[in-house]
């Protein structure tokens, strides 16, 4: 009788179908049919009950980092919060380093984006979703195409907001995937913590959140040179210094600068940063042939 109601339901069922089949571990294109019809809810919905229900009809239990969680959890209501992607084992050259770009895009992407193409540098752009708007979609695209990488950075990066909780963030990054699987068609496996995984905001949840996003295929990255374009009243002079004074001492420097709107100087100062460190025998690569790199904690 239950499931002669949720048939009935039409609306209900895609919604439930949509968590159930997230939080059971379904494949993403089942995900991807259901969403566009392409699967009857009746059949959806008996596959999901025979998949996980036991011989005595009580719900089936799995592991997850070595214990016994209750299938349907805090976490069943995030559906588009699962990465695609993962790292390419590739050798890398003796001197390599990561530009990564973080809370575009903007204005201010184009011109890093026609910088990086001068020297034939890739770079890693870590998105901010309320950028994403048409124009900004535009320009992700254009990143994608020329052969840069998108991340994970936060759909509102708002710090009281955001690190409120485990939930809220998961509904906060989950919106943001929701915008990566509109645009785009797939949720990256790259992700950023705003402010990096450790600081007074992230560090009471910290464990949790990454062990969560790692169980759902994301791949962390923070930095181990900054810039600090976007901390108090930098100058040309201090960015390219911040960084000349830590990128040596890097055997794999991810560099951390930032694309938004209020990035003038960091797009204006760009181009003397990749010439020095390219006549120096550098190349620039995405992170997608880095491993998953956070703070020592």
């Not at 450790?198 to 949840?205: A, G, H, K, L, R």
């Not at 209020?262 to 003397?272: F, G, K, Q, R």
């Amino acid at each position: 009788m239950l499931k002669r109601r949720l048939i009935r339901g039409g609306t209900l069922v895609a919604a439930l179908l949509l968590a159930n089949l997230a939080v059971f571990g379904t494949a993403k294109k089942e995900i991807r049919q259901a969403q566009n019809g392409e699967i009857q809810a009746e059949n959806l919905l008996e596959n999901v009950l025979a998949e996980n229900m036991t011989a005595d009809g009580s719900q089936k239990k799995k592991e997850n980092n070595g214990r016994e969680e209750d299938i349907v959890s805090k976490t069943e209501h995030y559906p588009y919060l699962y990465a695609t992607g993962s790292i390419e084992e590739k050798k890398l050259p003796e001197k390599v380093a990561f530009l990564t770009f973080d809370d575009g895009p903007s204005k201010n992407t184009i011109k890093i984006l026609d910088t990086l193409a001068e020297y034939n540098a890739c770079a890693t752009f870590f998105v901010i979703g309320e950028n994403l708007t048409e124009s900004g979609i535009e320009i992700a695209k254009r990143a994608l195409e020329e052969g840069h990488m998108l991340g994970m950075h936060t759909e509102t990066h708002r710090y009281e907001k955001i690190y409120r909780s485990v939930e809220a963030f998961l509904t906060d990054y989950d919106k943001l995937a929701s915008r990566f699987v509109e645009a785009f068609g797939e949720c990256p496996a790259a992700f950023r913590f705003p402010g990096g995984s450790y600081s007074v905001y992230i560090n009471p949840i910290k464990k949790e959140l990454r062990e969560e996003l790692e169980r759902r295929g994301f791949m962390g990255y923070d930095w181990n040179v900054s810039g600090e374009d976007a901390v108090g009243t930098p100058t040309a002079y201090s960015i390219k210094k911040n960084i000349f004074d830590s990128v040596y001492k890097q055997e794999q420097p991810i560099i951390l600068l930032h694309d938004s709107p209020c990035s003038d100087l960091t797009a204006e100062v760009l181009p003397e940063i990749l010439k020095k460190l390219t006549d120096e025998g550098y190349t620039f690569m995405t992170l997608q042939y880095r491993k998953p790199y956070q703070f020592p904690w």
